[in-house]
T-cell receptor, first 111, second 112 residues
Framework: GENVEQHPSTLSVQEGDSAVIKCTYSDSASNYFPWYKQELGKRPQLIID?????GEKKDQRIAVTLNKTAKHFSLHITETQPEDSAVYFC??????????FGTGTSLTVIP | EAQVTQNPRYLITVTGKKLTVTCSQN?????MSWYRQDPGLGLRQIYYSMNVEVTDKGDVPEGYKVSRKEKRNFPLILESPSPNQTSLYFCASSLSPRYEQYFGPGTRLTVT
């Protein structure tokens, strides 16, 4: 099945700096790559997703890039703010119906 | 209000005592999943269901059962819980695996 790896596991940035989280996947047939944000004590919530027919997608300060050849995708957060502090999960859907999450990145934005 | 609900939110039980965690969604979603979340391991899929009476194993199905008799409900059953099933459990629903998944509030289970 699919294997989604996520790095780094922890990330600290100064407020206003950018943060980048990277994920790789193993199944070249995978075609949907969402990113979820989980604040402390809360449920995961989708922040952005990308499909395999698109190389980049932006939503205000958040962007996701996809490199199908290398089988990796990345989350970019610009102008980070303290409220961006959370755990971020990448995920990938296999060509079947099973769903795989990465192990998470704990982002801390230092004011 | 569109939502996924889970009950109970917290549960402490003893080894071997059967329990059920309920999950319900009001969005008419076909795809429903159960995940467990453990530190350093992320979210791992336990079981998923594509529709009524259609269920399949995820990555970590051992020790769990599910059923999908109605579209809105997807209960998780632990017939003989063990301490290694102590975890935070999330139910989620979506139109399909390739659309946004909406998560329930989570159930924190402790098995002693």
């Amino acid at each position: 099945g699919e294997n989604v790896e996520q790095h780094p596991s922890t990330l600290s940035v100064q407020e206003g700096d950018s943060a980048v989280i990277k994920c790789t996947y193993s199944d070249s047939a995978s075609n949907y790559f969402p990113w979820y944000k989980q604040e402390l004590g809360k449920r995961p919530q989708l922040i952005i997703d990308i499909r395999s027919n698109v190389g980049e997608k932006k939503d205000q300060r958040i962007a996701v890039t996809l490199n199908k050849t290398a089988k990796h995708f990345s989350l970019h957060i610009t102008e980070t703010q303290p409220e961006d502090s959370a755990v971020y999960f990448c995920a990938g859907g296999s060509p079947g119906n099973q769903f795989y999450f990465g192990t998470g990145t704990s982002l801390t934005v230092i004011p | 209000e569109a939502q996924v609900t889970q009950n109970p939110r917290y549960l402490i039980t003893v080894t071997g005592k059967k329990l059920t965690v309920t999950c319900s969604q009001n969005m008419n979603h076909e795809y429903m999943s159960w995940y467990r979340q453990d530190p350093g391991l992320g979210l791992r899929q336990i079981y998923y269901s594509m529709n009524v009476e259609v269920t399949d194993k995820g990555d970590v199905p051992e020790g769990y059962k599910v059923s999908r008799k109605e579209k809105r409900n997807f209960p998780l059953i632990l017939e003989s819980p063990s301490p290694n099933q102590t975890s935070l459990y999330f139910c989620a629903s979506s139109l399909s695996p390739r659309y946004e998944q909406y998560f329930g509030p989570g159930t924190r289970l402790t098995v002693t």
